[in-house]
């Protein structure tokens, strides 16, 4: 089956070629500046579990908060909104008895973010995107969480990837450009994700980019599943990602080296968006704007990303300081890999010769 190809991807891959963009900011810490209640969360849903914490379901109780989230990333110069939608899937809603609101929630945020994503691109023109943002899930299809039984898992691969799939569809139909995995710490999930992806296009007859990001456990470099930034890559550039990078974990400056490796072999858009530093001894963040800023101009400066952005603790003073520092730069060059056999165990492999 011939899909119909992606006018998005087209417009971000040419919007890249041009300049170094822009994703937005953190939204968990951003809504807890709204002091919301119990109340304000669990709206008139009439939900047999307490919602406070539940950010994803504010897209059907308290909608103008993600929207003004959106607006105000926007206004800081941001290109991408990703959905509020992080926890919106089968398995992390069940914890709020909220699982049967799965596609609601989805299709809503992305409502949210297409509607103040298209009101900007019409004041000025340049093109605003949606990436339909996908959680791990609380679950792993790597590991067991018995430690006594190390066979075990509580969930399996048709299981995560009905998961997927249903909030996949969801997002798609709310009107999202691109479906981002992201804070992949189970390399399998990943996988998972990007089958319920495929599974989504041959129904739809049209392609859905993906994108793909990786979150790190340690400074070595490796994700829970024990992956290394090269390895996943391997692992998952068969998915054909618009954009491949990282977020979460650490401070862009605990990013650098793996920014680096990344930024040699991946043949396609690097997006990276690191925490604004890392936690006080109180948990929060407060790593200024302009500090974050000129860690994360120094990869521009050294042509290794495409898109910049933050994640936990960033700010729309953030991506405002972000967007500033890396005014006029050139964008990066994808490399052009020799054709080799790459593999992934826990480690790159590469058969040469």
């Not at 479906?179 to 989504?200: C, P, Q, S």
């Not at 593999?343 to 010769?353: N, S």
Request: proline share 5%; with cysteine.
């Amino acid at each position: 089956m011939t899909l119909i190809p992606s006018a998005a991807r087209t417009a971000l891959v040419e919007q890249a070629r041009q300049r170094i963009l822009i994703t937005d900011g953190a939204f968990g810490t951003e809504i807890q500046n709204y002091r919301l209640s119990e109340a304000d969360y669990a709206g008139t849903l009439g939900l047999t579990k307490d919602q406070k914490g539940n950010n994803d379901i504010l897209a059907l109780t308290k909608p103008e908060v993600p929207e003004a989230i959106h607006r105000a990333y926007f206004a800081a110069g941001a290109d991408i909104a990703e959905t509020n939608t992080f926890s919106a899937n089968r398995i992390s809603q069940a914890d709020y008895a909220a699982e049967h609101l799965v596609r609601e929630i989805n299709v809503e945020s992305a409502r949210l973010a297409r509607s103040v994503a298209d009101e900007f691109a019409a004041r000025d023109g340049r093109p605003r995107f949606v990436a339909g943002a996908i959680g791990p899930t609380n679950k792993t299809l790597s590991l067991s969480p018995d430690v006594n039984d190390p066979g075990y898992r509580e969930v399996d691969w048709d299981l995560m990837v009905d998961v997927y799939a249903e909030q996949v569809r969801a997002l798609v139909e709310g009107g999202s450009d691109f479906i981002l995995i992201e804070t992949v710490f189970d390399t399998l999930n990943a996988k998972a994700g990007v089958m319920a992806v495929r599974r989504v296009e041959q129904e739809l007859g049209r392609e859905v980019p993906i994108m793909l990001s990786m979150t790190l456990t340690d400074l070595s470099g490796r994700n829970l599943s024990g992956h290394t930034v090269e390895a996943f890559w391997y692992a998952i550039r068969h998915a054909k990602p618009v954009t491949v990078g990282l977020n979460c974990s650490f401070g862009a400056t605990q990013l650098r080296p793996h920014v680096r490796a990344l930024s040699q072999i991946a043949d396609t858009l690097i997006m990276v968006y690191p925490n604004a530093g890392l936690p006080n001894e109180l948990g929060e963040y407060d790593e200024a704007p302009q500090t974050t800023a000129a860690l994360v101009k120094e990869w521009a400066d050294h042509g290794q990303v495409n898109i910049l952005g933050g994640c936990c603790g960033s700010t729309p003073d953030h991506i405002a300081a972000m967007a500033s520092a890396v005014q006029g730069l050139p964008a990066r060059t994808l490399p052009t890999p020799e054709t080799v056999t790459r593999l992934a165990g826990l480690e790159p492999f590469v058969m040469a010769g």
